[in-house]
């Protein structure tokens, strides 16, 4: 298996490997073959479902993964094996930080009138592996300064 995302009532997910390999994890997983699949995950990447369309502002929430869904408001995406929630809601960024805080998560605005200042950031072991990084790939710190640490 090298996706999966939950939408509507619907999980889709998709196989990779050869092709006794996955006809195989096919038969044993059940379902139905999609055939138009390769369609469906090449535009949740480039966000060109019916649901990145909507008006409402795009959140991108990251959280560890999760064995249930998250009860978040709005309607959502569940990608990366529940760790990462696409969600279509007209919801402050303080009240979407407070929900998925307790999940080890955080919220980035990913498309709204606001998304330069929508942006939670993670804390502690993470926040401090997200500065090393930042740091690491841009050690003069001119990519976005500010946007994600308040003190990059």
Do not use: C
């Amino acid at each position: 298996m090298s996706a999966s995302a939950f939408h509507d009532g619907l999980l889709r997910v998709r196989l990779s490997g050869s092709e006794v390999a996955v006809k195989a994890a096919g038969d044993e997983l059940g379902g139905e073959l999609d055939a138009s699949g390769d369609i469906f995950w090449r535009r949740l990447k480039e966000h060109q479902l019916d649901f990145f369309l909507e008006d409402l502002p795009l959140w991108r929430v990251n959280v560890k993964p999760q064995d249930l869904p998250i009860d978040l408001p709005g309607r959502s995406i569940i990608d990366w094996g529940g760790s990462l929630y696409w969600l279509k809601a007209d919801t402050r960024l303080e009240e979407l930080t407070e929900l998925v805080r307790p999940f080890g998560g955080w919220v980035t605005g990913f498309r709204s009138a606001d998304q330069d200042r929508d942006f939670s950031s993670p804390r502690g072991s993470i926040l401090q592996l997200n500065r090393r990084l930042k740091k690491a790939f841009d050690p003069a710190g001119v990519l976005n300064p500010g946007r994600l640490f308040a003190h990059d």
